[in-house]
């Protein structure tokens, strides 16, 4: 017979057991560890865009900016946050299965999906620079909301701006 008190007991164990497994929820780039940095971006071993947040809530400026990013072209399908609405599905769900590569894609190209209960239609970004000069920075933003390590709304604390950014996104954005 379970009581109260050993199944809230059983329920912290298996909790913990869960957090112990890995540190960050599985997402379909792989594991998000940064392994390198190059002019502030971080990249996992594989080479993916990831994050980095210090153990004080101060995000990478990629993380930082792609909030900013998802929300001045994403959020209006895509909802606040990245969790979706009644036009288009939540995007800290699907990266959780989505890599990189998959997510690129999908911006660039667009993406149908129609059936007899849904018409699901996703525009091609693909030319378009507001998006395509950030898509590392909003891909950086989703998989740190996917993986759990980055809480709901704006981050409060940023690291400072690279040096070469700036140059960086003037040059993309023409």
């Given at each position: 017979m379970t009581t109260p008190r050993t199944g809230a007991a059983f329920g912290a164990a298996a909790a913990l057991l869960l957090a112990l497994a890995s540190p960050l929820a599985a997402d379909g780039s792989g594991d998000p560890t940064p392994a390198s940095v190059s002019d502030g971006e971080y990249s996992d071993k594989a080479g993916n865009p990831t994050f980095k947040i210090e153990p004080d809530g101060t995000v990478d400026w990629y993380t930082s900016v792609g909030y900013i990013r998802y929300a001045a072209n994403c959020l209006q399908c895509h909802g606040p946050d990245g969790l979706g609405s009644s036009f288009a599905p939540s995007l800290v769900d699907a990266l959780?299965?989505?890599d990189y590569d998959a997510?690129?894609?999908?911006v660039v190209n667009g993406k149908q999906n129609v059936s007899v209960s849904q018409d699901l239609?996703?525009?091609?970004?693909?030319?378009?620079?507001?998006?395509?000069?950030?898509l590392d920075a909003i891909f950086i933003y989703l998989r740190a909301r996917s993986d759990g390590a980055l809480g709901r709304g704006q981050p409060q604390k940023n690291a400072p701006r690279p040096a070469g950014y700036?140059?960086?996104?003037?040059?993309c954005m023409g």
């Open positions: 959780k299965a989505l997510f690129r894609d999908t239609v996703m525009p091609a970004f693909g030319t378009n620079p507001n998006v395509m000069c950030y700036s140059a960086q996104e003037n040059a």
